[in-house]
């Protein structure tokens, strides 16, 4: 049976298990549905939940163990020359069949051998899905009549309901943890690979970056050394730009929004500034290629000034502006969280605004403020596109905005583009780059949130 | 009809000091008050020697009317007392004495509020300078998130009171003394002003408010966010601060305005029924509603 017929028949039979479930709460309450201690309803669900959980966790279980479980069957009966090959070229031989087995394209020639093995990984490949299929709605059948059993009008369905949703809500909730938790493993063990290649030290302290890598022992010129400082120099110097842009403006734009406009305008405004965050990056790269890059170019050669074409300085000034929207609408919301009380206070001493804002409600919304900006940060710090049509290739360890730089996340995507060898340093320094750009950020997203939450404390 | 009664009790609030159409309150309905009713102002609402002078002050938030046709004098060097219901107006009359209804944007207000003869609401007013020589002192204490020094500092800071650090640590220490909070923080000015109890907070805000030297102190139930040991203490507190300011008080505990003030104001629904002194108001007021009013028979 195909997975998507049995997950609908499942559908099907958990919609008739909330029939059922209904009815026979209305038949033993004998027509005083007031005397159920839940309305019908919620023992139609119980039933359901009863019908469709178990019987999922059975199936998600079962294909998560199916693949290894059928693996390691074919290979125990593959004739004993394929069996004791090394690891890497039995993978290879397993992938032939299973790729034989669904019609794909295989490495090499298929032997008699390897056809038994897939016409056996077939069978038992069927073998499984139908024992699945069976297990499955035995499952849902058992749990459906079960719980169809359990009713009586005590008995507590809306209770139970309430439990089972908030287990639901649960196991919701940890999937974002543990998403984060598999990213970062995966990119620990890749990394961890670079490092057995390349140490640590070499790697944070270089001043030189050059990933080419020689693949055959007489090329030339590709000694391949993996400095990461002017990666991060230039992620540093681009986000150094894109905040002296955003930050102010960004600021002041929230003061204008939150202290002096009225109503009507903030209506408008702040949808409008909140458009910037909705641009796809990709368009702000563009942008910053195509449009303001010349332009620089340009006023710096009528001034004498020579302004790459793929300076640092446009780039941060464009991704300054992409930015603007954190740190107005965080600082937006941080200001008016300040209390009327502290404005009328200042203004009952005779204060005026712009002096009631600089000496009250900007130190009062600081650590507000200063989250924002930090979430602004991580955000230009792990920004990609721009980066990657903006500035340029070369790692030239400079401070001169005026050159161009890279970034650490333009060379993961110039290291992870193409087909890549996956045992040389080239490919695995992306990870080793990925890992530090992730601890950075996390870093920056830890002292964020810890800042925002001592600045809540203040006023509960 | 609103329209009609405001035209007329803006060409007979002069004579309302010797109104003698209400003079015997046993005649007066006590229950569902008329705008006739209401319009003059029963007592003696003008001062021989005013600090503040109002004559005819509507408040209007938008389209609804919150004080019809207030006249008002606020006497030097005393206390006076604003009581009555909620939202009958009283706070909002007292938000117009330094413009801080400017604030509200939906706000507006008519008619004369003078200052030692300046005209208040004049467009050549500086409504900065205007607080400052008119404080104000909130209902709930409301210190900023700063130092005790640098929240009595402020004042004197923003306006340029002082030539060098030590003329402003004097300013602080005189300010914290009148206020009676001296003793208590001397030892920890450099700490934060919430981290004090409620009612030394709102001392802190009063010494905050004397120390740009105000002319006139204005207090929005001062007491109501306090025990009664703290309320004792401030209204201790304003009786020593008579001496040298002016201040009006609204307050929504009467014995608090017996205890505290010279004179009393009854509002009512946006109107002034009654002022007289705090003694006549309460031992033998002249409306029927300021009578119904203390006698505790509503609001």
């Not at chain 1, 070229?89 to 093995?117: C, P």
């Not at chain 2, 604030?103 to 007013?125: A, F, L």
């Amino acid at each position: 049976m195909q997975l998507t017929t049995l997950l609908f028949v499942l559908l099907l039979l958990s919609s008739l298990a909330y029939y059922f479930g209904r009815k026979r709460a209305v038949s033993v309450s004998g027509g005083e549905v007031k005397d159920l201690h839940s309305r019908p309803g919620y023992y139609g669900f119980y039933t359901v939940l009863w019908c469709l959980l178990p019987s999922l966790l059975v199936f998600s279980s079962w294909l998560a163990m199916e693949g290894q479980i059928v693996t390691q069957l074919v290979v125990q009966d593959l004739p004993e020359q394929i069996r004791t090959l090394p690891d890497s070229q039995l993978s290879l031989v397993i992938n032939d069949i299973k790729n034989t087995a669904n019609g794909s394209i295989v490495s090499g020639k298929v032997n008699s051998d390897i056809e038994a093995a897939v016409s056996h990984y077939k069978s038992l490949y069927n073998t499984s899905r139908a024992a699945l299929a069976v297990l499955v709605l035995l499952v849902a059948i058992i749990g459906l009549s079960i719980s169809l059993k359990k009713i009586s009008p005590s008995q507590r369905a809306r209770n139970a309901v309430e439990n089972i949703l908030k287990y639901l809500l649960i196991a919701c909730s940890t999937i974002a943890i543990f998403t984060t938790i598999g990213i970062v493993l995966s990119v620990l063990f890749e990394a961890i690979r670079f490092f057995q290649m390349i140490p640590p030290i070499d790697f944070l302290f270089g001043l030189n970056w050059s990933p080419q890598t020689a693949i055959r022992a007489d090329q030339v010129g590709s000694s391949g050394s993996f400095g990461a400082i002017p990666l991060f120099t230039g992620t540093m110097l681009i986000s150094f730009i894109a905040l002296l842009v955003a930050v102010p403006i960004g600021l002041m734009a929230a003061i204008y929004l939150s202290e002096y406009a009225n109503s009507k305008v903030r209506a408008v405004v702040k949808p409008l500034l909140e458009v910037l965050a909705g641009i796809p990056t990709v368009v702000y790269g563009f942008f910053a290629a195509l449009t303001v890059a010349p332009l620089f170019r340009e006023f710096g050669t009528s001034w004498g000034l020579e302004i790459s074409s793929e300076s640092a300085l446009v780039t941060g000034l464009v991704m300054g502006v992409m930015i603007i929207p954190f740190v107005s609408s965080l600082s937006d919301d941080v200001i008016n969280a300040v209390p009327q009380a502290m404005r009328d206070g200042s203004y009952g001493l005779g204060a005026t605004q712009s002096e009631t804002i600089r000496r009250v409600i900007i130190p009062a919304a600081l650590p507000g403020i200063v989250g924002g900006v930090l979430l602004a940060a991580s955000r230009a710090i792990g920004e990609t596109m721009i980066v990657v049509m903006a500035a340029g290739l070369a790692a030239n360890l400079t401070a001169n905005p005026l050159e161009a730089v890279t970034t650490v996340t333009v060379q993961i995507v110039t290291l992870l583009v193409g087909d890549q060898e996956f045992d040389s340093a080239k490919t695995l320094a992306a990870f080793a780059l990925g890992l530090m750009l992730f601890v950075t950020t996390l870093f920056l997203n830890v002292i964020a949130l810890h800042v925002v939450r001592k600045y809540r404390e203040q006023y509960e | 009809m609103v329209d009609t009664i405001i035209t007329q009790g803006q060409t007979d609030v002069i004579g309302a000091m010797d109104n003698s159409e209400i003079d015997n309150p046993a005649e007066v309905e006590s229950k569902a008050i008329t705008h006739r009713d209401a319009r003059d102002t029963v007592g003696e609402p003008f001062s021989k020697d005013p600090r503040m002078t109002c004559r005819n002050v509507n408040v209007f938030y938008g389209e609804k009317q919150a004080i019809h046709d207030v006249s008002l004098d606020i006497g030097a060097n005393e206390v006076i007392a604003m009581i009555g219901p909620s939202g009958c107006g009283k706070s909002t009359f007292l938000r117009c004495l330094n413009r801080m209804n400017d604030t509200v944007d939906s706000c507006r207000v008519e008619g004369n509020i003078h200052m030692n003869n300046d005209d208040i609401y004049n467009k050549s007013m500086d409504v900065v300078l205007l607080r400052a020589r008119v404080g104000m002192v909130f209902q709930k204490p409301n210190p900023f998130p700063k130092s005790i020094y640098d929240n009595i500092a402020y004042g004197p800071r923003i306006h340029g009171l002082t030539k060098n650090k030590v003329e402003l640590d004097e300013v602080v220490e005189s300010s914290l003394k009148r206020a009676g909070l001296w003793t208590e923080v001397k030892d920890r000015l450099d700490q934060p002003g919430t981290g004090l109890s409620g009612g030394q907070q709102q001392r802190l805000c009063i010494a905050r408010a004397i120390a740009v030297s105000p002319d006139v102190i204005l207090m929005d139930e001062p007491c109501s966010a306090l025990d009664p040991i703290a309320t004792a203490h401030i209204e201790d507190l304003i009786d020593e601060l008579r001496q040298n300011f002016t201040i009006a008080i609204v307050t929504h505990s009467m014995q608090q305005a017996a205890r505290v003030s010279q004179r009393t104001a009854y509002f009512h629904l946006g109107y002034l029924i009654e002022v007289g002194q705090t003694d006549q108001v309460f031992t033998n007021p002249k409306h029927q509603l300021t009578e119904d009013y203390i006698t505790g028979r509503f609001g």
